[in-house]
């Protein structure tokens, strides 16, 4: 991705977080923000909403840290697993699942015993991940569900953690939803600006002449029975007269 690309993809998730954590705590955060633009407290309303805003703009940042850090960590797995990945990153998913009922009830729930009130965290990532795991996949036209669901529960689940601590609801509200629409906006366009950036070094190439072709060429391969494809690139002329 280029350096253009890579900050427009950073700066709409940025807003992203910024608008939806403001949104939440509008409605959810009246005593910390909403009051006091009922009361006409100006000053209070904008110095509570500037504190918001830097609030959503650090979830927004954690989001693309743990996004590019699933990249790391899905090539890797991919690399030493292989075939067996996908199994992996299931039984992760479910142990990550319970975990987020778990971590909650742990800090607030043993003393009256009642885990069912924790169970819409994990509930609602699920939800949401399934929703988006699908979409990617007719998105991709490939089978990336199981991927795609391990970003957005697993990662979203780690990015969680020390939010879960927090007794004040308010706060727990405004870093689940702005984290779900934050890394359900990577997930979903990364493929577009990788497809601008390599656009746009395409056209750069052919400017300066530089351009190699792709070819796909056909190898039968005799031991197996099967033919594989092998890209190699073919230089593309010049239209540019030699002086």
């Not at 709409?12 to 705590?25: F, K, P």
């Not at 009051?35 to 954690?62: D, P, Q, T």
């Not at 391990?150 to 927090?166: A, H």
């Not at 690139?233 to 030699?242: A, D, F, L």
Request: proline share 2%; net charge positive.
């Amino acid at each position: 991705m280029t350096l253009k690309n890579l900050g427009k993809f950073y700066g709409i998730t940025l807003l992203i977080g910024l608008v939806c954590t403001v949104l939440v705590s509008l409605v959810f955060g009246y005593d910390k923000l909403t009051v006091y633009l009922v009361k006409g407290e100006m000053g209070e309303f904008l110095a509570a909403l500037v504190w918001f805003m830097g609030y959503g703009l650090l979830i927004a940042s954690i989001s693309q840290l743990a996004f590019f850090a699933y990249l790391f960590i899905h090539q890797m797995g991919q690399g030493i697993f292989k075939n067996g990945w996908n199994a992996i990153q299931v039984v992760i998913i479910l142990f990550a699942i319970i975990d987020l009922v778990y971590f909650r009830y742990l800090r607030f729930g043993k003393q009256d015993g009642d885990i069912l009130k924790f169970i819409w965290i994990p509930l609602l990532i699920v939800i949401f991940g399934v929703a988006v795991a699908i979409y990617k996949n007719k998105l991709t036209g490939k089978n990336v569900f199981i991927p795609a669901m391990f970003f957005m529960v697993v990662m979203t689940t780690v990015e969680l953690i020390p939010f879960l601590k927090v007794k004040d609801m308010m706060w727990l509200y405004c870093t689940i939803f702005s984290l779900l629409l934050c890394n359900a906006f990577q997930l979903l366009s990364l493929p577009k600006y990788n497809r601008l950036s390599y656009e746009e070094r395409k056209a750069r190439k052919i400017a300066r002449g530089t351009w190699e072709e792709p070819v796909i060429e056909t190898v039968q391969n005799t031991k197996q029975s099967k033919s594989t494809q092998v890209v190699s690139h073919k230089k593309k002329k010049s239209n540019r007269k030699k002086r």
